[in-house]
Nanobody, 121 residues
Framework: QVQLVESGGDSVQAGGSLRLSCAAS????????MGWFRQAPGKEREEVAR???????GYAGSVKGRFTISRDNAKNTLYLQMNSLKPDDTAMYYC???????????????WGQGTQVTVSL
């Protein structure tokens, strides 16, 4: 059974840092494109970052330079290091996966349940 479980969400003050993790089970992430998405109350879900199976990365403009996506295939885990957090980063954060080697398609096949990040002034 394919499962993605996020962790690491918390309430922090602006300027702080968090590291989100996404543990995968039921499949190996090795040949998967992986991504982080977020959704704030009343807003549409948006892509935050993605990483290909060969570790090429892409970021939303709003997080570029502050967030870093990474993967550990041996641990079957995806990470999102978030620095210089802002109140606008407050959202539920989801990880997602889709089987694709060396590229990322538009749509993701598997999704986690999310972890809440709250940033206050």
């Amino acid at each position: 059974q394919v499962q993605l479980v996020e962790s690491g969400g918390d309430s922090v003050q602006a300027g702080g840092s968090l590291r989100l993790s996404c543990a995968a089970s039921g499949f190996s992430i090795r040949n998967y494109c992986m991504g982080w998405f977020r959704q704030a109350p009343g807003k549409e879900r948006e892509e935050v970052a993605r990483i290909t199976s060969d570790s090429n990365t892409g970021y939303a403009g709003s997080v570029k330079g502050r967030f870093t996506i990474s993967r550990d295939n041996a641990k079957n885990t995806l990470y999102l290091q978030m620095n210089s957090l802002k109140p606008d980063d407050t959202a539920m954060y989801y990880c997602a996966a889709v089987r694709r080697v060396n590229s990322c398609p538009s749509n993701f096949a598997y999704w986690g349940q999310g972890t809440q990040v709250t940033v206050s002034l």
